[in-house]
């Protein structure tokens, strides 16, 4: 049994106090002090961890206000408070020990747009694709590009100045901003603008708090403009936060944004967002450039930014190498397919863009002109090839932008980490920089991977380290003051891209001790009492000179390396996460992840029960429980009501919102497999408290209605009974409980014709001639309650020529794996595997209806066998390949408006899957569309549980209702997953075909 895990870092009497008269007040947003919701506030896509002692979830300016406004109260002097987006920096910007404001779970409104005036004002939790999507209909964009575009909140992009790819020509963040409405630290609102000298005089005039920040940030402007011009690089990503080279525009105009943008929460907090629009591009080209190495394609930058290209980046090997096991490569390896390509070490993207066409094509050609004369030559390009369509551009820029989480994904205990990646110097120099940075890390013995920026001179490096290891945690200062000094000896920074976050402890270095304590002024100015993100950047001229130093914070590491080796790597999906958020992605037609888009909440995304499950190991081995042994014994306590006093419950209200849809095992750059991590968490979770009765109903209800089908009439009757569905929903806690096939599949099958096998006798059925034969199995979800279905699927192979042998039906265990009976999961797939092996042994394709059936003998069963030879393919994998290598001419079924609507596994397990389905009905004459959809909110079992059905619904409406209700006239949508199936009938009264099907009530 595992023990109860009673380990929290305590809430201070203050805060606690603070929480209770916040409640009291006219505060509207929610407030978290579980433990496992300031775990998930504790990391960002750093290396650091700091438990805060509150989460607030503002939904209003008028609640940012009240909650400071309290905090100004003498009582809550000691309290701190730190704004927080995206949850994405790569510095810690966002972690703190004091209270966490996080502005994205429900101040993310796009409040207005006007596009005569060409402007937009959002809310800060907005994110970047989001406003995107909203206003690409006419022609505009925000101009900054981030490559964690679907999930940074333009707060966010603020708080850092945010700048990415073409920032060339479109610059930060702040050349965009037009009016930043903020609150200061007494709870005052201020609607900031540009101002002319009039406004701006009156305005210092004035003796509350934003009057004297205007006094005094002009005084210091006006005073230290000639050292400002010395002191600072010409470098566009040289200053962001606090910048007073840009207090004074060129129109002369003072702006305070310029100040505020950069500054990391550490003035005020950022409410309202009022940004500049900017034109689209109508046409776009990108050349691919291979390389080598990766010094060519740094040298190669220097020549290629002549072409006044829009964007110029670079990817070395190590990335290209990872991105071939990830899904985008199914996108993109066409562009890595010529010979020689094998030997490529690096590309440069290189794009044009613009709204003359003649122009574009014009550059275009011109560069690809002089990358001709140069194939061949040291230091060259070794070949290039070209990207046109919308569609190759957006995943080549894909590959680019998961970089970092691929490079979290690298084999080994060392893995690439944020620390010194995004240093900028200027573009001339980057080379010779890159030169001696490698030498650096080469001196420690250390892999890494390198992309970015080329034409701006920003790169990113990650070096490859292992910080549960001590001695490569004390190389994070080693490397890092190594590298401030090359920067410095090249006339860069440290932080061109990403922030300055824990690193504020060098600002004194680059900015030199006047200008320094003119920032400390600013900062006194704005928070004269040191309570918005303290420890950051710098600290009021007033208090001691005291930030935080990189090397004296808390890192991930430090928990991390109280788990026990063997239980690291049998975990280690969930200690490898590197919380790059990809999870976090607005799309709500995104697969990943259905719970986090329908609750908002981060503790039910990948990273949020990754990082839940990394705290319970370590709690388990600290309660010297020991990890890795089945542990027979079932749980026999009550499961109490709420979470307080065992860490365990808060894991499991994490965990039990999951809905097993497997996405993010192959979405997540890391690959981090929740639904596994799941089912180990409930296999050992349930040897302390009593398993619930619909659990195992649904792990061994395969085995159950199995057993029902020859008297399908009699449970059909059972479930009809009227008291029979309020007592499954409240004794139980099932709903809708699905019908039994009457008849059978069995009885549909022997009518058609069709022969069913009893059993499987490798030895009578070789004496046949099998040559044409194709196995079919029978599964649990749609040969059971969608009997006309199976059959229908079946027959389409008797109409086009095949020979349908239906085998017997074999146990799958999907619901036990899912619930986590693992070792009923084990028995259960090892019985399977011996009758599909055999099944294999008669040399003929093995062809599974359902997704999420079929994938589990390729995914989990090899998880968890030792062996598992035979191959089952879906319907579409095997007919995409066969069809084509046929003799015999298919029969044309004439014209139909039919579009597919994936299962959400089969779409991020096999990517190529709604390709391979449009060339099965291409094969017969039919075009077929693929719908880009998220989850249906079925998944399996999980709708039909009481507790999840709300769930369940608003995850149907958010994608799935709407691509159904927006269909035209004669639009036949056909459906993968009979859980997909189960969900429209469910909630639309419609009944949606199998793709297969479909086709073969066209064909019969």
């Known amino acids: 049994m595992i023990p109860q895990l009673t380990e929290q870092e305590a809430l201070s009497p203050i805060v606690l106090s603070f929480i209770e008269a916040l409640q009291q007040s006219e505060f509207t947003g929610d407030v978290d002090t579980h433990y496992g919701g300031r775990l998930i506030a504790s990391t960002d896509n750093s290396i650091y961890q700091v438990t805060p002692q509150a989460v607030l979830f503002p939904r209003s300016q008028a609640d940012v206000r009240t909650l400071l406004t309290l905090a100004n109260q003498p009582e809550y002097a000691s309290l701190t408070f730190t704004p927080r987006g995206g949850g994405t920096g790569t510095n810690g910007q966002s972690l703190t020990e004091g209270v966490v404001v996080d502005l994205s779970r429900h101040m993310n409104q796009i409040l207005e747009v006007n596009y005569d005036e060409g402007w937009a004002r959002v809310e800060p939790g907005v994110v970047l694709d989001q406003l995107n999507a909203h206003i690409k209909s006419h022609g505009v964009f925000f101009a900054p590009e981030l490559s964690p575009s679907n999930r940074a909140t333009i707060g966010g992009m603020v708080s850092t100045d945010a700048s990415g790819k ?52 002009d005084d210091i402007g006006t005073a230290k403009q000639e050292l400002i011009k010395e002191s600072f690089p010409k470098l566009t990503r040289f200053l962001t936060g606090y910048n007073l080279a840009h207090v004074y525009g060129q129109d002369g105009q003072f702006n305070l944004n310029a100040i505020l943008s950069g500054s990391e929460g550490t003035l005020a907090f950022v409410t309202g967002i009022k940004v500049k629009l900017t034109p689209l591009p109508t046409v776009k080209r990108l050349i691919v450039a291979k390389y080598l190495s990766f010094d060519d394609s740094l040298r190669a930058a220097n020549i290629l930014v002549q072409a006044d290209p829009a964007a110029i980046e670079t990817v070395d090997d190590t990335i290209v190498t990872l991105a071939r096991q990830d899904v985008v490569w199914d996108r ?17 993207l290189i794009e044009f863009a613009g709204n003359d066409a003649d122009t574009v094509e014009s550059q275009t050609k011109a560069l690809c002109a002089q990358l001709d004369a140069l194939i061949g030559q040291d230091h060259e390009a070794v070949g290039y090839q070209l990207a046109v369509s919308d569609a190759d551009i957006a995943s080549l820029w894909e590959l680019r932008s998961k970089g970092v989480g691929l490079l979290g994904n690298a084999e080994g205990n060392r893995r690439p980490i944020p620390f010194v990646e995004d240093t900028v110097v200027p573009p001339e120099h980057l080379a010779a920089y890159i030169k001696e940075f490698r030498q650096v890390l080469d001196q420690h013995g250390l892999e890494y991977g390198m992309f970015g920026h080329v034409d701006v001179g920003c790169l990113h490096v990650r070096p490859a380290l292992d910080l549960r290891d001590e001695d490569d945690e004390k190389l994070i200062r080693i490397i890092t003051d190594a590298v401030k000094n090359l920067v410095l000896k090249y006339g860069g920074v440290v932080w061109g891209e990403h922030g300055k976050g824990l690193r504020g402890e060098y600002m004194p270095e680059f900015f030199g001790p006047e200008l320094y304590g003119d920032l400390r002024r600013i900062k006194q100015l704005f928070d004269p009492a040191n309570k918005l993100n303290p420890g950051k950047l710098v600290t009021p001229i007033d208090h001691p000179d005291q930030v935080k130093k990189l090397d004296n914070v808390p890192l991930r590491g430090h928990r991390d390396r109280q788990i026990p080796a063997a239980v690291r790597e049998d975990f280690d999906v969930s200690i490898h996460c590197n919380g790059n958020g990809a999870c976090f992605n607005f799309d709500l037609d995104d697969v990943m992840c259905p719970s986090y888009k329908f609750t908002r909440d981060r503790i039910h995304s990948p990273k949020g029960r990754a990082g839940m499950m990394r705290e319970w190991l370590r709690q388990l081995t ?23 006093g065992d860490f365990s419950l808060e894991v499991f209200e994490a965990m039990d919102g999951c809905l097993s849809c497997k996405a993010c095992t192959s979405m997540c750059p890391i690959k981090v497999d929740i639904p596994d991590l799941k089912a180990k968490f409930l296999d050992r979770f349930y040897t302390r408290y009593q398993r619930p009765l619909k659990d195992k109903l649904i792990a061994f209800g395969e085995r159950t209605h199995h057993r029902m089908l020859s008297v399908p009439f009699l449970y059909n009757a059972g479930v009809k009974l009227p008291f029979y569905e309020r007592l499954m929903r409240e004794a139980v806690g099932l709903v809708d409980t699905p019908l039994l096939s009457s008849p059978n599949y069995q009885t549909r099958l022997a009518k058609a014709g069709v022969e069913v096998l009893t059993e499987i006798e490798p030895s009578s059925l070789r004496a046949r001639d099998l040559s044409n034969a194709v196995f079919i199995l029978p599964d649990a979800i749609t040969s059971f309650y969608e009997a006309g279905t199976f059959v229908d699927c079946v027959l389409f192979f008797k109409h086009i020529g095949y020979e349908p042998i239906v085998a017997p039906f074999i146990e799958n265990g999907k619901g036990q794996h899912v619930k986590g009976f693992l070792q009923a999961f084990r028995q259960t797939a090892s019985q399977a595997a011996r009758q599909l092996n055999a099944l294999s042994s008669l040399g003929r394709p093995i062809i599974g209806i359902d997704p999420a059936i079929t994938l589990t003998y ?47 596994g089969e779409k991020t397990s096999i990517q190529a899957s709604g390709r391979q389905w449009q060339a099965v009905y291409k094969a017969f004459g039919l075009e077929l569309e693929v719908v880009k959809a998220g989850c249906c909110g079925m998944a399996g079992a999980f709708g039909y549980e009481a507790a999840h059905y709300e769930e369940s619904k608003g995850i149907y409406e958010q994608s799935w209702k709407p691509k159904l209700s927006a269909a035209g006239p004669g639009r036949q949508f056909v459906a993968t997953g009979a859980s997909c199936r189960s969900q429209v009938q469910r909630f639309e009264g419609v009944e949606l075909a199998h793709p297969l099907q479909f086709l073969s009530r066209l064909l019969g």
């Open 332 to 348: 993109v390896g066409k562009f890595f397919s010529q010979p020689g390509d094998e030997q490529v070490k690096s590309i440069n």
């Open 166 to 217: 073409g920032s060339r020509i479109y610059g930060k963040t702040s050349n965009h901003i037009l009016a930043l409405d903020i609150v200061l630290t007494d709870g005052s609102a201020w609607h900031s603008v540009p101002l002319d000298a009039e406004t701006l005089k009156e305005i210092k005039s004035g003796d509350d708090v934003i009057h004297r920040i205007h006094r005094g940030i």
């Open 622 to 644: 600290r309660a010297d429980y020991k990890l890795g042994t089945e542990d027979d014994q079932v749980g026999r306590l009550a499961r109490p009501e709420t979470p307080e």
């Open 858 to 904: 390729r995914e989990e069963y090899r998880m968890y066998l030792d062996r598992q030879e035979a191959e089952v393919w879906l319907a579409q994998e095997w007919l995409s390949n066969e069809l084509p290598r046929r003799e015999a001419p298919l029969p044309q079924v004439g014209q139909a408006d039919v579009a597919l609507l994936g299962h959400c």
